[in-house]
């Protein structure tokens, strides 16, 4: 390597350290959970997963990884269409799109892939792209990849400003295709995207919308089938990404569901699926056997939905202030960046794991500790990590 490389990052390095935004990986010695073995630390809660149904360690989805590695091996050693695909991706995408409730869906080794695919593939230069202002990196690289490979121009409306999208919907009628593209839940809020004002408005100006339901996916809805359903909408976006790593079983991958046609033309040119191998069998047997279990128990979805409603009301009954909502994303507003971290690692050494963000991830003075809440907690481990919560809260003089 370049020594003028290897010191530069070096410098740079130590200036994380100074800055205090240098990441310390945690290490786990055992299956996420709503508690787990960390090395060093013993049995602690964990409120900074996105195992969102508990699912990373349910017996069922567990077998169904193990069947998929005797049947069909560790992976396809090749891109699909060269080497061919197995009946397990099949499976996967017809239960995926069943669970958006589109006509087709394309699975991704991530969410990230079909995030840079979608955009990129199906706009050319006489198209334009708008993306929420808060949306996920992974829809800011896509939107920034489509404008340097599909030359489609782009913009940023401000956050869940309708006025704003308009007036940018409207100013491009000159436009062949227009797409609208936004979180359905935002991560760092944990706000829902609302949903009929922005079907609405690009039915109306004969746009098509994009919703990454990442952190809807299993958790909104009645049966957990994500923002659509939440709004008694399921059927009406255009396209829907979405990730298998996060409720649906925790392990990696994602898809984009949507019309027929899309979901061919993405197969056909999509270049995150083209030169990449598929998403190995095992984790889609498991991503599988996750939506099928959650088809047979939407109750999973109802007891998510009860433990968030409990911790943020005794957040709040405690002094803190977290962000209102109806998900189980909950942030812990403390002010300044020093605060919301020290309140990690003093609630890490309390045995609960509950990650801090501050500036540039989140606004100058809206740094906080994210709670993300699971249906496998039991009221014993939500009680104990609010427990922990007062008494940090105190020390540091948050409450």
């Known amino acids: 390597m370049s020594n003028v490389l290897e010191r530069r990052l070096q410098t740079e390095l130590e200036q994380f350290i100074r800055d205090g935004v240098y990441k310390r990986l945690n290490f786990l010695d055992g299956p996420q959970g709503a508690r787990v073995k960390m090395e060093g630390r013993g049995e602690v809660i964990i409120l900074s997963s996105n195992n969102y149904l508990g699912l990373s360690n349910q017996p069922e989805v567990v077998a169904a990884g193990k069947a998929a590695l005797d049947r069909f091996g560790a992976g396809t050693a090749s891109v699909r269409f060269i080497c061919g ?28 892939n079909a995030n840079e695919a979608v955009p990129a593939t199906l706009l050319g230069e006489d198209d334009l792209i708008v993306s929420d202002q808060l949306n996920h990196a992974s829809i800011i690289d896509g939107v920034r990849l489509a404008k340097s490979i599909s030359k489609c121009r782009t913009a940023v409306y ?26 359905g839940v935002f991560s ?25 339901d990442s952190h809807g996916t299993g958790v909104l809805g009645a049966t957990g089938r994500g923002t659509a359903e939440h709004f008694d909408m399921l059927g009406e976006v255009d396209i829907i990404t979405s990730t298998l790593g996060k409720a649906l079983g925790g392990a990696a ?57 409990y911790f943020r009301e005794r957040l709040l009954e405690l002094g803190f202030k977290p962000l209102p909502g ?33 500036f540039p991830v989140v606004p100058q003075g809206q740094a906080r ?31």
């Not at 400003?161 to 000159?174: F, H, K, N, Q, Y």
């Not at 605060?339 to 990650?355: C, D, K, N, P």
């Not at 809440?373 to 409450?399: C, P, Y």
């Open 326 to 358: 109806e998900t189980p994303i909950i942030p812990v507003i403390l002010g300044e960046t020093a605060a919301a971290i020290r309140m990690s690692e003093l609630l890490l050494a309390e045995g609960v794991f509950a990650t801090g963000f501050g």
């Open 85 to 112: 695909t197995f009946t397990v991706h099949r499976a996967l995408e017809a239960a995926c799109a069943r669970l958006a409730g589109t006509a087709a869906s394309l699975s991704f080794v991530s969410a990230w």
């Open 253 to 309: 991958g994602g898809f984009a569901a949507a019309a027929a046609s899309v979901c061919d033309y993405l197969t056909q040119r999509a270049r995150p699926q083209l030169f990449s191998n598929a998403l190995p069998p095992t984790v889609a047997a498991s991503s599988l056997a996750s939506i099928e279990y959650l088809e047979a128990h939407p109750e999973r979805v109802t007891l998510l939905r009860e433990n968030a409603r």
């Open 188 to 212: 760092m809020e944990g706000a829902i995207a609302p949903l009929p004002d922005l079907v609405e408005l690009c039915r109306r100006h004969d746009a098509v919308l994009v919703v990454d």
């Open 158 to 183: 401000k956050h869940g400003d309708l006025t704003d999208l308009r007036e940018r919907l409207s100013a491009a009628r000159d436009c062949r295709v227009r797409m609208v593209i936004t979180d």
């Open 369 to 399: 500790v994210r709670c993300q809440i699971s249906a496998a907690h039991t009221r014993d481990d939500l009680d104990q990590a609010l427990e922990a919560f007062k008494r940090v809260g105190r020390k540091l003089g948050q409450i």
